[in-house]
């Protein structure tokens, strides 16, 4: 047992389409053209990373455990520990790197900002997702590996600190029926503090908000 077949079994939670519409949407947003060289740290079951590289991207993962990427052969996924090691690749290696629910992850993530900025190349961005502490903080060590909870005012420090530019942090919805329709999303945000922080149903996703990050290293 580890923490992917416990948490991410997928008789809990199984394949949808979502991290298609997620890596779409990201794409789209940020990354928008093919071929570029990818990484996600801390990709997991790797159900997202599959979805970037079925977009064209030139895909790898890294992640803390020897099961990440099982059910993705074709993925190249490297064991890291980002806390004890560097990152396995050389200064200026890729156009990409992005992580989802990672960073809280890590007792000091201003090493993994660090090591992002390292190993990007010149114009490469970071993109982040993590859970909002300000809405979640009542439940956000309900994940024993939780170690440390973000703010928007957070995650800019950081970006900053660990020398990014252009950097944009905002919130993000994980309805994609939210994403490109504002007035939904001001409709939501309005019904957000009604719902049960701990709703089990899926009003849970009109609550629950990430801090969406993009940077880039000049």
């Not at 416990?6 to 940020?30: H, Q």
């Not at 990373?49 to 099982?70: C, H, P, R």
């Not at 520990?81 to 690749?89: H, S, V």
């Not at 029926?177 to 922080?197: D, G, H, K, R, V």
Request: charged share 25%; aromatic share 14%.
């Amino acid at each position: 047992m580890d923490y992917l077949s416990v948490v991410y079994s997928r008789k809990e939670k199984p394949k949808t389409k979502y991290p298609s519409k997620l890596a779409n949407f990201l794409f789209n947003k940020f990354v928008k053209d093919k071929n570029k060289l990818f990484l996600e740290v801390g990709c997991g079951n790797c159900d997202l990373l599959s979805e970037f590289s079925n977009l064209g991207l030139n895909v790898k993962g890294t992640d803390l455990l020897k099961s990440a990427g099982k059910d993705y052969p074709d993925i190249r996924v490297f064991q890291n520990n980002i806390e004890k090691d560097p990152l396995p690749f050389e200064d200026e290696s890729f156009d990409c790197i992005f992580s989802k629910s990672f960073v809280e992850h890590v007792y000091n993530p201003q090493t993994y900002f660090l090591e992002a900025h390292r190993v990007l190349k010149k114009n490469g961005i970071l993109i982040t997702l993590t859970p909002d502490w300000e809405v979640q903080k009542n439940k956000f060590f309900d994940d024993w590996t939780h170690k440390t909870p973000f703010s928007k005012v957070t995650m800019t420090r950081l970006y900053n600190f660990s020398g990014f530019d252009s950097i944009k942090v905002g919130y993000f919805k994980q309805l994609p029926i939210l994403w490109n329709n504002s007035l939904l999303e001001t409709l939501s945000n309005l019904i957000a503090p009604l719902i049960f922080e701990r709703e089990k149903s899926k009003l849970r996703w009109i609550r629950e908000r990430q801090i969406l990050a993009v940077g880039t290293k000049l």
